[in-house]
């Protein structure tokens, strides 16, 4: 299993950025996938995820109304456009396989996101 983010960089509060993350090495259209993100000394934060075949999508009270998951089977890459963005969502942020089994979980290097001005 390899998942790798990218997209992530500084942007000023308001601001928008899009998190890609590449799959590779198993059926991603077989897994739901999740973004999640940790913040400097916080731990992971659950954000929004996917159904496997993007009929079912939820997020973060914190980030609703404000981002948009989506993911494209065909190219096995799923996606986190970031608008309204503020200092608080600031974070180091992962794409994730298998949220709900805790540590065994797969997540990529991760992307980071700096909201300032």
């Known amino acids: 299993v390899q998942l790798v983010e990218s997209g992530g960089g500084l942007a000023q509060p308001g601001g928008s950025l899009r998190l890609s993350c590449a799959a590779s090495?198993?059926?991603?259209?077989?897994?739901?996938m999740t973004w999640a993100r940790q913040a400097p000394g916080k731990g992971l934060e659950w954000v929004s995820s996917?159904?496997?075949?993007?009929?079912?999508?939820a997020y973060d009270d914190s980030v609703k109304g404000r981002f948009t998951i989506s993911r494209d089977n065909a190219v096995n890459t799923v996606y986190l456009q970031m608008n309204s963005l503020k200092p608080e969502d600031t974070a180091v942020y992962f794409c994730?396989?298998?949220?709900?089994?805790?540590?065994?979980?797969?997540r990529g290097q991760g992307t980071q996101v700096t909201v300032s001005s």
């Open positions: 090495g198993f059926t991603f259209s077989d897994y739901d």
């Open positions: 996917i159904s496997k075949d993007g009929t079912f999508i």
């Open positions: 994730v396989r298998d949220w709900s089994r805790g540590s065994s979980m797969y």
